[in-house]
């Protein structure tokens, strides 16, 4: 070992710059910051769509639609589904806490069954809507509907 191959310790020196402190460092003075404007001044945060002035684009555009504030969103789920998870696991009923460990939903979503595919298992099925198609297939079969 000798001077030449000396090597600070794993993870003793920092790489960031040390900025304000002092003129002798050459970071000092407005630290990095300019001269004046609101860039150079404590507390200054940039607005989100801030474009210098310039009116933002979301002002710029016309707005156009309509949001329905009462609209429920259901996670649509057919029954070739349920009749492929009936088939795999062995159920004769499927509720939310199935239809979850299976991985279609997660514990907050409101599920909806529709009416695409074909069942051949008498199921007892619980959801929190069901649409007539879907309805009528399961109750064909003799199975029930449970709406939550």
């Not at 684009?57 to 009749?83: C, S």
Request: charged residues 25%; aromatic residues 4%; positive net charge.
């Amino acid at each position: 070992m000798n001077l030449s191959n000396l090597k600070p310790a794993e993870g003793s020196t920092k790489t960031r710059k040390r900025i304000g402190r002092g003129p002798g460092s050459g970071l000092g003075g407005t630290s990095t910051r300019g001269h004046k404007g609101a860039k150079s001044r404590s507390g200054y945060s940039k607005k989100i769509g801030f474009e210098g002035g310039q009116m933002p684009i979301q002002r710029r555009l016309p707005k156009f639609g309509f949001k329905n504030i009462n609209r429920v969103e259901y996670k649509a789920i057919n029954i070739a589904m349920l009749q492929r998870l009936a088939e795999t696991q062995q159920l004769t009923k499927i509720g939310i806490d199935e239809l979850v460990n299976a991985g279609f939903i997660s514990k907050s979503q409101l599920v909806k069954i529709l009416g695409n595919g074909a069942l051949s298992a008498k199921l007892e099925v619980e959801a929190h809507a069901f649409s007539k198609s879907a309805e009528a297939a399961i109750q064909a079969l003799g199975g029930t509907v449970v709406k939550l």
